[in-house]
Nanobody, 114 residues
Framework: QVQLVESGGGLVQPGGSLRLSCAASGSIFRFNVMGWHRQAPGKQRELVAFITSSGSTNYADSVKGRFTISRDNAKNTVYLQMNSLKPEDTSVYYC????????WGQGTQVTVSS
């Protein structure tokens, strides 16, 4: 069984920064993909960024240049550094792990507001 525990959400002013973390535990294949998705009220869940176990990354156009995804393979942890936050970044952010299955975290709220 795989578990994902997220942390780091909160309230931040426009232009501010937040760092999300997601720690995975359980049976995880050496090759895997970890990522972040988000879902705002009334909208579909969308991919924000993902990173493979070899370090390849991919970002949604809306966050390129502002968000950075990284990971610590020894800790099975993925991070999302979010800079220059905008009100439209307000969402529940979900951690995702693709390994011997497709797993999701419980979500963490990010609110960007003055």
């Amino acid at each position: 069984q795989v578990q994902l525990v997220e942390s780091g959400g909160g309230l931040v002013q426009p232009g501010g920064s937040l760092r999300l973390s997601c720690a995975a535990s359980g049976s995880i294949f050496r090759f895997n993909v970890m990522g972040w998705h988000r879902q705002a009220p009334g909208k579909q869940r969308e991919l924000v960024a993902f990173i493979t176990s070899s370090g390849s990354t991919n970002y949604a156009d809306s966050v390129k240049g502002r968000f950075t995804i990284s990971r610590d393979n020894a800790k099975n942890t993925v991070y999302l550094q979010m800079n220059s936050l905008k009100p439209e970044d307000t969402s529940v952010y979900y951690c995702n792990l693709i390994t011997n299955g497709n797993y999701w975290g419980q979500g963490t709220q990010v609110t960007v507001s003055s």
